[in-house]
Every structure is written in C-alpha cells, then in structure tokens.
C-alpha cells in the first residue's frame, strides 16, 4: 500500500512523493486524509533546520501533526468502521521516512488509539483540533488560572482567547505587533503593547514564541502573578531575577495536549462553545505543498495553511 506524502528530506528542502505504507494489523486504521495543517511552530522549526534535538528527530521526515481524513480499513480491535470521519494526530507508518509527526500524506496506517471521530460537518477545520486542544492544555486543570492577558494573535492566541470566552471569565486583552493580524477579535480587545497601560495581569499567556519578551511580561504581572509559556522556544531562556523577586513571579511550561483535552475540546466545538470560523485562511492542493509551505511560513497574513489531499482539489 501506497500513499502521496509531503516528504522533508532537509532544511528547505520538501516535495511530495509517493512513500510505501507499513502494513495495518487489528488494532490500526486506515484513514484517507483530506485535509492537513501546516504547523508555524514545531514543523518551521524541522522546515528551517533550526529545529533543537529532539527524540525521535531525523530527515527524512514526513510532517504534520493536524490531519482529518475518512477511515477505509478498520482493524478488527479498533470499534471503527469505514466511512467514520476522523482526526489523526499523524502517523508513523512510513518505510523509509520518519512519522515524528506523520499527518501529511494522502494515506496512513494509524494505532485507533490515537485517532478521534469527528464530525463529518467540520470539513477542513477538523484539523484544527490538536491546535484547539493544545490551547485548552494550558489552561484547563487544577490551580491555573485562565488568561486575562494573551501575547499573539495567531491561530493558537485565538484559540485561547475563545477558550477564556468559553469558559466564562472575562475576555482577556491580546497583544499584537503586526497590523495584519490585529483584526479578527472575537468578543475581546486586541491592542499593541505600547496601547496597554496595565500593569497588574493575573495570568498572562505568550503564545508568541518570543522568549525576549519575559522581562517585558514580569513588568506586567501583578505580585504572584503567573507567565505561561504556551509556545515553543528554540533559545534559551532567561530573565533579570530583582523584578521577578519583588513581584514573586510564577512560570509555567504548558506542554503538548493530552488525551482528555482533545475529548473536551471536540465536546466544545460540536455543542458550539468554541469556534473554529476564520482561523483557516489560506488552503493548498497537496502537489503545491512546497510552496503551501513557504508562504506558511513566511507570510505572516497566513495564520493557517491547510493542505487538500482530495483528488478534485
């Protein structure tokens, strides 16, 4: 078995080829992808060559973590069947590439495990929910408080401004430095940095991925005030320890999202809590992957690149 896979052989160096598929055994699915995400985050790091060590890292790769496709072949131990509408969280299932991430492709072999049903209405936002899971990772749990201030107006930012909005807390303040992404609030306010005079957040949220910013953001919180680092950072990090002393700064690393999360986050997009509207704004057809990719990348009037695998696209 065969499948068209977006194939990362180098820094900068991507194409789609056709790739051979580890066989499936009864406790996996075979799943038609028809749309996949293009990651700014972890995926840029791979696609750039700046990428930091990482278990199970090697090029060849075939990326993308967000992906959602229709199965065709259900195990019999999986409690699938053909024509359920799924989300996959990638795959590895490549001879002769690694499936780090895995989602990319036309085709692949999934653990049912990993996979969520989905419905069949969400189309092409469907591979938003790792994105919405990862967001609602952050905040959900015992002892964390929901942000009041979001740093970054990107597809992740958004999500966690909705999530706030959900949850029933007052709508937070965004920041956002470029003009091209200060649009598109949702029932909250999106300002630059030099706009916001406050000084006194409870629990600010950096979805920017910008580690230069702590000493800013300590400047921001108000005493036992707490920084979460929701986006991913290729650099060491470090802060002045005298302002965050004398404001008794808490930090916290929030991680990739579970399991839990992603049943939660799925509940509240289906019951119609969390929207999903306007994050994607760009879409490819899968032969025009090198390109998706760059402007992915490098545009940054593209919050989500999402590629189309289905044959008419």
Known sequence: MQADAVLLKGPRELG??????????????????????????TEKLFWSGQMPPFP????????????????????ALTGFKPGDRVFVPGANCYDGAFGLFGGAASRVV???????????????????????ATARHA?????????DLIVGHGVLGRL???????????????WEIDPQRQSGAMGYEVLSPDDDPRRDYRAIYDASGNGALLNDLVGRIQKGGEIVLAGFY??????????AFMKEARFRVAAEWERDDLTA?????????????????????????????????????????????????
């Open 234 to 243: 290729t650099e060491a990090l470090s802060f002045a320890f005298p302002p």
């Open 56 to 75: 199970g890292m090697g090029y060849p790769l075939v990326p993308g973590y967000e992906a959602a496709g229709e199965v065709v072949e259900a195990g």
């Open 16 to 41: 789609v080829e056709t790739l051979t598929l580890t066989d499936p055994g009864e406790n996996d699915l075979v799943i038609d992808i028809s749309h996949s995400g293009i990651s700014t985050g």
């Open 139 to 147: 905040m959900a749990g015992m002892d964390k408080a929901v942000p």
């Open 160 to 174: 966690l401004a909705r999530l706030t909005i959900a949850a029933g807390a007052p709508a937070p303040t965004v």
């Open 265 to 313: 986050t799925r509940a509240l997009v289906e019951c119609g809590a969390l929207s999903l509207d306007g994050l994607i704004t760009h879409q490819a057809s899968s032969p025009d992957a090198p390109d998706a990719y760059a402007q992915a990348f490098e545009d940054p009037a593209c919050l989500k690149m999402i590629l189309n695998w289905e044959p008419s696209a």
């Open 110 to 132: 999934s653990d049912a495990a990993r996979v969520t049903r989905i419905d069949r209405m969400l189309g092409a936002e469907g591979a938003l929910l790792a994105l919405a």
